[in-house]
Structures are given as C-alpha cells and as structure tokens.
C-alpha cells in the first residue's frame, strides 16, 4: 500500500512537472511570437490641416479665409486698411498611435489651431470728433485659438492589409479662446500740392477695449480616410473630419460664442507617421 501510495504521488509529480514545462514553452513561444508581433505597431507623426468652422456665428465669423480687408464704407468715408492674403484657420497636430489587432488602432491626438482673421458682420460703428479730427468706433481685430486633446478609436473594415480605408470616431475636450477688439480710427487727412492736387489719407488706430473669453469644452470626433505605406517605416494618412464641441459657460457679447450652442469644424489633414 505504501508502495503503491509512492509511486502515485510520483505519477502527479511527473504530471505536474510536464503541465508546468509545457506552460513554460508555451510562454516562451508566445513571448516570442508576441515581440514580433509587436514590432511597428507604436507610431507618432504630424499633421497639417485645412480647416473651416461652421455653423451660426461662430462659424459665420471663423470660416476658411484667404484674404483679410478690414476696410469699411460708414457715413460718406472710406475706411481703408491694407489687406494681408494668408489661409485661415491654420491646423497642426501631432498623433500618437497603438495598433490593437490588424483592424482597430487607438490615437492621441492634440492639434492648435488659429484664426486671427475673423470676419466681423456687424462692427457697431459709431463717430465723432476729437480736436477737430475725425474718428470712427468699430469692432476689430476678432480671432480664435483652440486646442483639441482627442482619444480616437481607428477601424478598418477590411483589415490595413487588404485595405487602406478607415473609419475613425472619439472623444474629448477642446480649450477654445475667443477675442475681439473695440478700435478707434483717427481720419486724419494732409493736403497735397503739385503736381497731386488733394487730401493723402492716413488713417490712425488705436485700440479702445479688448475682450477675451476661453474655457475647455467636451465633445466628439468623426472622420474617415486613407492610410498610406511611403517607405521603410514610414507611412501616411489622409482624412475628413468632423469636430463637434459644447460651450459649457455662457460667452458674452460681442464674442461671436454669445450666440452659439455648439461649435463645429470640418478639416481635411495630411498625416505623417513613424513606426516603431
């Protein structure tokens, strides 16, 4: 009995022994299957978009630009003011990525984007003199900056090796800051004699009130593209998206946010990643 009783126990030591060398192979193999595996599926890169806001005021005021002409007709004067010629809003972003499985990537991604050429519908302009020259009240000066701090979920329907296509959704907050100005522009006008006969025109400004407002705002991200292989462990992404953020506080008049539940922005960016 005691025989038979020793050699069973070396029967399940010798079981548990294989159990515990067949769990250590299978470990180390999966280890090694996993770190190839893993090899490029991190990756970090940057981007450039061209973007427009949309919707209500705020996008009334911060949509695509390419030239700024603050001059304005008001009560028999012309208001002349240089134009400049330069896109707006601009967008740069960096993303960081993980891909999950052969269909689903997770990002990171934060971008700044800029507007300082806002276009002011109603300036609520106003006259007057000051020792005899001329001066005008305006509206002036209104621009934007955001910052959007995204968690993206990336799918791709048919696997990145059979298809470059995606779909894209996530979430987040934006840090949005709107400002504007209160101007004041001084006519003031000098008499030219021969051979141009005339007033020569230089108009003076100088800024009256200047009024700002920001806060972080929740909201959600849609978009689709194309992913692309460039070379080595290089690759690229070209993508529409949606932007859609909830004010959480009241903004106040004159800043175009008074009058807007929801701010929106579609952006079409070029992508460059690095794999690693």
């Not at 705020?58 to 240089?82: L, V």
Request: net charge positive.
């Amino acid at each position: 009995m005691i025989l038979i009783n020793y050699q069973n126990r070396f029967k399940i030591k010798r079981i548990i022994i294989g159990i515990f060398l067949l769990f250590f192979v299978q470990k180390t193999v999966s280890a090694q299957t996993n770190f190839e595996d893993n090899e490029n599926k991190l990756y970090f890169g940057v981007g450039v978009s061209l973007s427009s806001f949309i919707g209500g005021n705020f996008g009334d005021r911060f949509k695509i630009r390419y030239s700024q002409d603050e001059s304005y007709y008001y009560d028999n004067y012309y208001y002349y003011e240089e134009p400049s010629y330069s896109i707006a809003p601009f967008q740069f972003s960096l993303t960081g990525g993980y891909n999950i499985s052969e269909k689903i990537s997770l990002e990171l991604e934060t971008s700044l984007i800029t507007h300082n050429k806002g276009e002011i519908k109603n300036r609520d302009i106003t006259a007057g003199y000051d020792n005899g020259i001329r001066y005008t009240d305006a509206y002036d000066r209104a621009s934007t900056l955001s910052i959007p701090m995204i968690a993206n979920l990336k799918f791709y329907p048919s696997g990145r090796k059979n298809s470059s296509f995606y779909l894209s959704a996530g979430g987040g907050y934006v840090y949005l800051k709107e400002s504007i100005e209160r101007t004041r522009t001084f006519r003031n006008s000098t008499y030219t004699g021969y051979p141009y006969y005339g007033y020569y025109y230089n108009d003076i400004k100088q800024t009256l009130e200047y009024k700002s407002q920001g806060q972080w705002m929740p909201g959600l991200k849609i978009a689709t593209g194309m992913n692309f292989d460039l070379f080595g462990m290089f690759n690229g992404d070209v993508e529409l998206s949606y932007f859609g953020f909830k004010p959480t506080e009241s903004f106040q008049y004159p800043l175009s946010l008074s009058a807007n539940s929801l701010v929106q922005s579609i952006n079409l960016t070029s992508k460059f990643f690095f794999r690693f």
